[in-house]
């Protein structure tokens, strides 16, 4: 793999271009570390009655549809956006995982996973006691990317 930095004094803004032979897991991988790096910093503007808040995608714990709204956990407060789940997961970084048709959780901050063999598995987070569920059909997508998380520390 060759890596090269081109300098374009007329380029509108800094651009990436992963080129490759074939999109396999790898390049797919390379592609959602890039965007996390880059979304490092990102906020989020999130509401609570009538303020609006700007968190660190660190503090989010995940995010869940509650009627019309999304729902926005952390470890204390839960606020709302407008965003919807479809949206946040082209949005957030990769440490965010769908893990049910309505919930997006931080997997940076789970801190253990109960099975239920005969539906949908909790999730807990660290620093609190608020749990999320995650259904069957994503269970081994989470398991997945904990092991991947696991093995980058």
Known sequence: MKIR????????????????????EDVIAMQKRLVGVINE??????????AEYYLNLSEILFFETAGNAVAVHTVSQIYTTTLRLYELEELLPAGF?????????????VRSVR????????????????KAFVSRSYFKLLLNKLEEKRLRK
Not at 5 to 24: G, M, S, T, Y
Not at 99 to 107: C, E, F
Not at 115 to 125: D, L
């Open 97 to 109: 995982l769908r893990v049910s048709k309505s919930t997006i959780l931080n997997a940076e901050r």
């Open 41 to 50: 910093g990102m906020k989020l503007a999130v509401t609570k009655g009538d």
């Open 115 to 130: 099975k239920n063999i005969t539906g949908a598995s909790e999730v807990e987070f660290d620093g609190t006691g608020r």
């Open 5 to 24: 930095i081109e300098i374009d004094e007329h380029a509108a803004e800094e651009e990436i271009v992963l080129r490759c032979r074939e999109l396999n």
